[in-house]
């Protein structure tokens, strides 16, 4: 064997060696870490994760709860529709958010320090765990009870001493935990009073001594006024009132009775609403006293029975609103894309200017020119911009009367969408001052209504053809005007 041949042996024999000392050194030390190491991090978890029939793991997903804090206790049980009730001691909304973070706090737990593993009674009654200051039972199909027994806080640092229901020893888990399962009934309720979940909701009634309304809808199809008749509901509007409806939390919870409800005069409401939904009416109605420091009460009715509570004087404007809120306010209903032309009236009829796609451009997206005067090519990005603030454009909800001539005649300020065939898609035209102070400016909406537009929403808006084009903007040669032009 050459010295060449030797020496190669010897190299591949180290490479040999180096790679069994590499596979033992993973596989027999540091995969035994790992598995020591993740077999302590399932023992020190309060939840350890539910082996599957495929080798994996799956995080128990508990839908009932029984927590006491001192003398009280509230059941608790999450709906198919992941809504959660209260039981016990009476029957009612629970809260999803406080329901939930409780069952996340117990699946992150560790139980990293034993205090003791053998207590005494004496030892328990000193851990404020015989009897214990709170305890939450959480239930879920197919998976063992779990019980989490709470005690005093260490005064040292703060933690807390807990036992598990079959587990002797005592231990000392992060201060978190008494905030997070030391829950009354109160801290567990849906305070949540005036409004209704936008899940399945297909009717709204509001009748007030300043409004009297009602919306309606099919399944997956768009609102639309019952009263008053014939007008078009705006859905984002109507879904957005009532997530606004959701922050006017309850202050108070009240015990209801005749005779709170006499004192509250919440039967002789300033509000009454009703919300259906597909499996029942949530019916809310609210009082509010003369003055400013009086507080306004709701009595909140539906499936899950009766809430009386106190809440904020803010509630009343945030359900009392106008139909015009919840109204499809837009001044314009078009398509962008089917825009061919753009055609400006300046108010007191002075000359017009027109804008129109330059289809001689190559690409998908044509070019625009300004075709009225010396042709030359206009902005791309400013009519594009037009375009969007036009067909974004919605009127004020403001409920006030148009004067006799809101100057929207002959010689208004006008705007003419036009398709490719000269057929008008949209006009827009620009009355008189509404108010000098919002700088507001009557026009006509969709459905022919005389209302308010904010000016400040039409930046974008030419007064002459030079605010459509780039400083520095080449002329180019014009292309003969179609039929329509010549008949404008």
Request: glycine share 8%; proline share 7%; charged share 25%.
């Amino acid at each position: 064997m050459t010295a060449h041949a030797r020496s190669l042996l010897l190299v591949l024999g180290a490479a040999a060696l180096a790679l069994l000392v590499g596979l033992y050194a993973y596989f027999g030390v540091m995969r035994r870490d790992e598995r020591i190491a993740a077999e302590k991090e399932a023992k020190e978890k309060l939840v350890a994760p539910v082996a599957t029939k495929d080798g994996g793991t799956v995080v128990i997903r508990y839908d009932k709860l029984v927590v006491t804090s001192g003398q009280e206790t509230t059941e608790l049980g999450r709906l198919p529709d992941g809504a959660w009730v209260i039981s016990a001691p009476f029957r009612g909304r629970g809260d999803p958010h406080a329901a939930e973070d409780l069952i996340s706090a117990l699946q992150s737990m560790r139980l990293e320090r034993v205090i003791d593993e053998e207590p005494k009674d004496e030892d328990l009654v000193r851990y404020g765990l015989k009897p214990p200051r709170f305890s939450v039972t959480a239930i879920a199909e197919g998976a063992p009870p779990l019980t989490l027994l709470g005690g005093v806080e260490n005064p040292f640092d703060g933690s807390v001493y807990v036992q598990r229901a079959g587990d002797a020893r005592v231990y000392g888990v992060q201060g978190f935990a008494r905030s997070s399962f030391d829950k009354t009934t109160d801290a567990l309720r849906a305070r949540d009073v005036i409004g209704a979940r936008d899940l399945g909701l297909l009717g709204i009634k509001l009748k007030s001594a300043d409004h009297d309304w009602a919306v309606a809808r099919e399944p997956e199809k768009p609102w639309a006024f019952l009263t008053p008749a014939g007008l078009a509901a705006d859905g984002p509007s109507v879904s957005q009132w009532v997530a606004g409806l959701a922050q006017q939390k309850a202050t108070k919870f009240l015990a209801d009775s005749p005779a709170e409800r006499k004192r509250t005069r919440v039967e002789k409401p300033a509000v009454d609403v009703s919300f259906r939904r597909l499996d029942e009416t949530v019916r809310v109605r609210l009082v509010v006293g003369p003055l400013e420091t009086d507080p306004a009460y709701v009595l909140r009715e539906d499936s899950f029975g009766a809430t009386l509570a106190e809440v904020p004087r803010s509630a009343l404007a945030a359900l009392d609103v106008p139909a015009a809120e919840l109204r499809d306010r837009r001044v314009l209903n078009f398509d962008p894309t089917r825009v061919e032309r753009l055609r400006f009236l300046p108010e007191g009829g002075g000359p017009t200017f027109v804008v129109q796609r330059n289809r001689t451009d190559a690409g998908p997206l044509a070019g625009w020119l300004l075709v009225s005067r010396t042709p030359q090519q206009a902005s791309t990005a400013k009519v594009g911009s037009l375009l969007y603030a036009l067909s974004s454009l919605r009127w004020l909800p403001k409920e006030e009367s148009p004067p006799k001539d809101p100057g929207l005649g002959a010689t208004a300020r006008t705007v003419l969408l036009e398709d490719v065939q000269g057929q008008v898609l949209a006009t827009l035209v620009l009355g008189k001052p509404a108010s000098r102070k919002d700088k507001t400016v009557w026009t006509r909406s969709v459905g022919g209504e005389v209302v308010q537009v904010d000016m400040g929403r039409l930046t974008a808006l030419p007064t002459q053809p030079e605010d459509l084009t780039d400083i520095g903007s080449i002329n180019v040669p014009l292309p003969l005007p179609g039929p329509a032009d010549a008949a404008h």
